[in-house]
């Protein structure tokens, strides 16, 4: 599926859809949130939700006292209605963006994405996933991404995804990545069904210079 293709239909579904009606939803993201705060960053830090579309993560860590949140998004729909409801006041800001092609101008102490990378089938696709994600990080910064688990779906929204387990993330990230904590957790829909999904917390022992442009 090309970047325009993929824009339209993640356009398409947020625009359909109310935000607890896509399969994804969470009524609070306490698992991500609580995987945040054991990185033990700063409050002012950088930090960045990739492909977090309408999660209340955002919302979450504004609440929590965050002052640096940026939510990435291929979607323009679900980057402007994330931002409508933000108070005036919240320092969150929003990219609309495709994580394959993104280049980001500055570096993030902590990077987190939910289900994002499980899309991406495509080689290609994986390796400008990680090529940015080395781009965008700050040394020593940490990672947080969950997929489906092996056991997980194999089609989300109508898309086929790939599956991860602890080996396949680590191999995936490669050595310039510590893995500092791995589980699997079961994820309840919104329809009733039970999705299989797999975190993993890591930090980056090495990085890449940061491209900008």
Not at 13 to 34: C, D, I, Q
Not at 75 to 83: C, I, K, Q
Not at 129 to 152: E, H, K, M, N
Not at 169 to 197: C, I, K, Y
């Amino acid at each position: 599926m090309s970047d325009i293709s993929q824009s339209r239909h993640w356009d398409d579904v947020y625009s359909r859809k109310a935000e607890n009606e896509v399969s994804w939803f969470e009524a609070s993201p306490s698992r991500s949130l609580e995987l945040i705060e054991r990185a033990e960053i700063a409050r002012s830090a950088p930090v960045i939700d990739v492909g977090g579309g309408l999660s209340h993560l955002a919302d979450s860590l504004v609440d929590a006292g965050y002052t640096d949140v940026t939510v990435l998004d291929i979607s323009r729909e679900a980057v402007r209605r994330l931002l409508a409801r933000q108070r005036p006041e919240a320092p969150v800001h929003g990219v609309v963006g495709d994580v394959t092609a993104w280049r980001p101008v500055r570096r993030y102490a902590l990077w987190h994405d939910r289900a994002v990378l499980h899309f991406l089938t495509d080689e290609a696709d994986r390796t400008a996933y990680r090529s940015t994600l080395l781009a965008a990080l700050a040394p020593q910064g940490q990672v947080v991404i969950a997929t489906f688990a092996p056991g997980g779906p194999e089609r989300c929204s109508g898309l086929p995804v790939r599956r991860y387990g602890r080996e396949d993330l680590q191999a995936w990230l490669g050595d310039e990545f510590v893995l500092l904590e791995s589980f699997e957790f079961d994820h309840a829909t919104p329809g009733g069904a039970v999705q299989r999904f797999h975190v993993g917390r890591f930090r980056a022992s090495k990085t890449r210079p940061l491209r900008v442009g």
